[in-house]
């Protein structure tokens, strides 16, 4: 294993460290269980830019300092000043649509890696991954109910497409948390561990999926991500240009040379 190469946010409450092929984005806020600072808001959609143009990045995994939380959602303390007035909010939701636009356009795949609150701004988060794993201590939900704020369509969307709309409606009528192992078995996540199992759990995952042909990945999960939209907006003809610039490359031609000789294949992502 290589020495992790650290990458610069533009903040310290967003850590970015490259170690393998693998990025861990950390949110570093742990004296507010990693609230969604405006700070985060602010950095995350250049970190997640550069993560998309870096050749050395195969993997992204998202997860939060201190062990308590992955993200326990927006700042609450912001709330007055920031998502009150029509102005205000009209900023705050720009910043969050910013950020949505910036995952979108993340083709390489993500695993979030939680432990503890992943509540609200943080599930939200956490719904942007690929591959959810979480700890058996961790907690999920959406308290926009007890706050009495309106959740954003992004949000529902989010929502309803990974668990359906009855479960949906459960989360946000209730405001109530999840367990782990309910939030596993409504599909909020992939798989829970015990917590001193998380991060070697999630680092083989990620390590397995640098080993595979970066051009076949990239274009499963923008079929995958297409496949959860309706059809009058899915964009096959890039999803059709990706697969097809599989069968084009070296990788390719790798990947049959690699079976006939009876190795294991080294994929260069072209």
Avoid: H
């Amino acid at each position: 294993m290589t020495a992790p190469q650290r990458r610069e946010t533009g903040t310290d409450q967003l850590l970015v460290e490259v170690t393998d092929a693998v990025a861990l984005l950390t949110f570093n806020n742990p004296a507010k269980r990693n609230a969604m600072s405006v700070e985060m808001r602010t950095a995350l959609p250049g970190a997640l830019a550069a993560l998309q143009d870096d050749p050395a990045v195969r993997v992204v995994v998202c997860t939060g300092a201190g062990g308590k939380a992955f993200v326990s959602g927006a700042d609450i303390s912001e709330f007055g000043e920031r998502r009150t007035a029509p102005d205000a909010r009209a900023e705050y939701d720009r910043t969050w649509a910013a950020i949505d636009r910036a995952w979108k356009g993340l083709d390489k795949p993500v695993i979030a890696m939680i432990r503890g609150f992943c509540i609200g701004g943080g599930l939200l988060t956490a719904l942007q991954a690929d591959i959810r794993i979480a700890t058996e201590d961790s907690q999920f939900g959406v308290p926009a109910a007890r706050l009495g704020l309106g959740y954003g369509f992004g949000g529902v969307t989010a929502l309803t497409t990974l668990v359906g709309p009855a479960v949906t409606a459960e989360i946000l009528f209730s405001a109530r948390r999840y367990g782990a192992a309910e939030a596993l078995a409504v599909g909020l996540v992939n798989r829970v561990v015990p917590a001193d199992r998380l991060e070697a759990e999630v680092m083989s995952l990620a390590t397995t999926i640098t080993q595979n042909a970066p051009l076949t990945v990239a274009a499963a999960k923008v079929a995958i991500r297409a496949a959860g939209q309706p059809s009058d907006r899915r964009d096959l003809s890039r999803v059709t240009e990706m697969v097809e610039a599989c069968f084009q490359s070296d990788d390719y031609r790798e990947g049959q040379r690699a079976f006939a000789e009876k190795r294991p294949p080294t994929f260069l992502g072209k």
